[in-house]
Structures are given as C-alpha cells and as structure tokens.
C-alpha cells in the first residue's frame, strides 16, 4: 500500500486539478510502514504512476527520505497533443543511477511533435540499441571512465537523432 500526497497535506481531494491555483501541483509519493491486519510487512515498492491529461511530468532526484522516482523503470505515455519528456533539467541529468534499472521509458514517441528534454548538451549523449528490445531505442548518458548509463528506452522507436527537433537540452 503506497501513499500519495501533496507536499501541503495528505488529502486526496487537494490534488484535484480544479483545487489547482496554477495548474501544477508537486506530490510525493511514500511507502506505507504502518503494521496493521492487512499489511504483514513494511516495505512497499511503488513501481507505477499514473497521471491522465497532458503537460510534463518530471522526476527528480532523492531529497531526503522521499525517493519518488529513482531506482524503477518509469514510463511515460504520449497523449494526442505534443508532449515533453523530462529525462534532466537545467541542474542534472535525471534517472542516472548507475545500471539497468533506473531509466525512463517512453511510449508512443511522435517524432513529428513529441520533444524528449535532456540535460547539458547533445555531445553528453548517445543513442544505440535498447539493451532489452531490439525495435527500441537507448538513450545513454556518457561517462568517463565507465560504460555509458542507459538514461531512457524509446519504445518502438529506433532512428532518433540527437541534433534534430526531436530532442531540446537545457
């Protein structure tokens, strides 16, 4: 049983979109730890969120205790109108756990109008085959010294070019 809240309070009907001031709101996501007759035990693995309606979801990085995103494999799904997805921001690169376990997987990617958003520049990055399925893309983060960090998986995708439209670094 996993917890969400806003950072204002536990009460669901606060992240309502119509109890919004400016449309966005930051939430967290916590494992429930209390022991009670339905839960034997007290860890909890939250492996999906799901968010309906279109803008930008972004993930960050451990502050504290809270870990909302790191360390699972995340999806993001294409809604019909343009969509930005947030693998780093202007102060990192997200989803840079070293491994396989800690990227973004993006799905139904419209070249045509979807925009992936990375973090620095294009001459950080390389795209190569998905180390999982041979029809998606990888997106790696490089680093030296080491193997490449596979940041994002583009599924059913597997000619992005990293100097076109497709892609915007901050």
């Keep these: 049983m996993g917890n969400i809240a806003s950072y204002y309070g536990s009460d669901p009907s606060g992240l309502r979109y119509q109890n919004l001031n400016n449309g966005n709101v930051e939430i967290k996501i916590e494992e429930d730890t209390s022991i009670d ?13 799901a968010i309906e309606g279109t803008g930008t979801l972004t993930g960050s990085a451990n502050t504290g205790n809270n870990d ?12 019909a109108s343009q969509d930005i997805f947030v693998v780093g921001n202007a102060q990192e690169p997200l989803y840079d756990t070293y491994g396989k376990h800690d990227y973004l997987e993006i799905l139904g990617f419209d070249q045509s109008e979807d925009v992936i ?15 999982f399925d041979s029809n998606d893309q990888g ?3 490089k680093v030296a010294g080491m193997q490449d960090e596979l940041v994002a998986i583009v599924k059913d995708n597997n000619n992005l ?10």
Excluded: K, R
């Design 117 to 131: 958003q990375l973090n620095g520049i294009a001459d950080n990055y390389s795209l190569g085959a998905s180390p």
């Design 68 to 79: 909302p995103l790191t360390g699972l494999a995340t999806e993001q799904t294409a809604t």
């Design 139 to 141: 997106i790696f983060l």
């Design 37 to 49: 007759e339905e839960i034997i035990h007290i860890t909890e693995n939250v492996h999906f969120l």
């Design 161 to 170: 070019d990293l100097n076109s439209n497709q892609f915007v670094f901050v």
